[in-house]
């Protein structure tokens, strides 16, 4: 069973550039969900994707978007980077059932670290 | 909103020995999952254990097991024969049951001391 991957490992952007970054889902999950670590403190949720819509949405400003492809693998990009956007960001894939409308555990991939210059 | 309240930033734990992790909520719904989540310095956050709400039996995994009281939203963490491997950081999240996020807290450091 293949776990969730992330890329790049590290990425170094300056202020006012775009970026995007990439997460591929755990085997047989359907669902994707994106998180932004700031240096000592617990991820905060950005956005979730599940069948390749919008799903779910913290309190991120609009130049933060996302998308979701068939394989469910989805990429999270970040439009005028500003200084604050240097954090790690993890993707986070799980199973949604319908059944019951409920998702299952998130498993994390290792994160990218962005630092915005 | 939901919020996660981790008391402690810092613990540290002699090898081999038994450390408990707190953790505290507030939220107004009956239908949640609580979780552990490690997160070593490679910076991957691993789940160490999970909960739901609806089950009153306390989870258990291998070393790790959770004391979980519903009536006083406390979810805390306890960690038995302590191993180097364990040290990390050690994030408790809520998860509703229909919701699309988990909610963390900011996390508790651990050192296991050889």
């Known amino acids: 069973e293949t776990g969730v991957t992330q890329s790049p490992?590290?990425?170094?952007?300056?202020r006012g550039q775009q970026v995007t970054l990439r997460c591929s889902s755990q085997s047989g999950h359907n669902t994707v969900s994106w998180y932004q670590q700031a240096l000592?403190?617990?991820?905060?949720?950005i956005f979730q994707y599940y069948r390749e819509e919008e799903n779910g949405r913290g309190n991120f400003p609009p130049r933060f978007s996302g998308l979701q492809f068939?394989?469910?693998?989805?990429?999270?990009?970040?439009?005028?980077?500003e200084l604050d956007d240097s954090a790690l960001y993890l993707c986070a894939s799980s199973r949604f059932n319908l059944i019951g409308?409920?998702?299952?555990?998130?498993?994390?991939?290792?994160g990218t670290r962005l630092t915005v210059l | 909103a939901q919020t996660v309240t981790q008391s402690q930033p810092e613990m540290s734990v002699q090898e081999a020995e038994t450390v408990t992790?707190?953790?505290?909520?507030?939220?107004?719904e009956s239908d949640y999952y609580l979780f552990w989540y490690k997160q070593p310095p490679s910076r991957q956050m691993i789940l160490v254990i999970r909960q739901e709400?609806?089950?009153?039996?306390?989870?258990?995994?291998?070393r790790f097991s959770v004391n979980f009281q519903k009536a006083a939203k406390s979810f805390s963490l306890?960690?038995?024969?302590?191993?180097l491997g364990d040290a990390a950081m050690y994030f408790c999240a809520?998860?509703?049951?229909?919701?699309?996020?988990?909610?963390?807290?900011?996390?508790?450091q651990l050192t296991v001391l050889p």
């Not at chain 1, 490992?9 to 300056?14: A, E, G, P, R, V």
């Not at chain 2, 306890?78 to 191993?83: A, E, F, L, N, V």
């Not at chain 2, 809520?94 to 807290?105: D, E, K, N, P, V």
């Open chain 1, 9 to 14: 490992t590290h990425l170094i952007k300056t």
């Open chain 2, 94 to 108: 809520y998860f509703s049951g229909s919701a699309r996020q988990l909610t963390f807290g900011s996390g508790t």
């Open chain 2, 21 to 28: 992790l707190s953790c505290t909520y507030d939220t107004s």
């Open chain 1, 70 to 81: 068939p394989n469910y693998s989805s990429e999270l990009n970040v439009n005028a980077l």
């Open chain 1, 40 to 45: 000592g403190q617990g991820p905060q949720f």
């Open chain 1, 101 to 110: 409308g409920k998702a299952d555990t998130q498993y994390f991939g290792p």
């Open chain 2, 78 to 83: 306890k960690i038995s024969d302590s191993q």
């Open chain 2, 53 to 62: 709400a609806y089950k009153q039996q306390n989870a258990t995994e291998n």
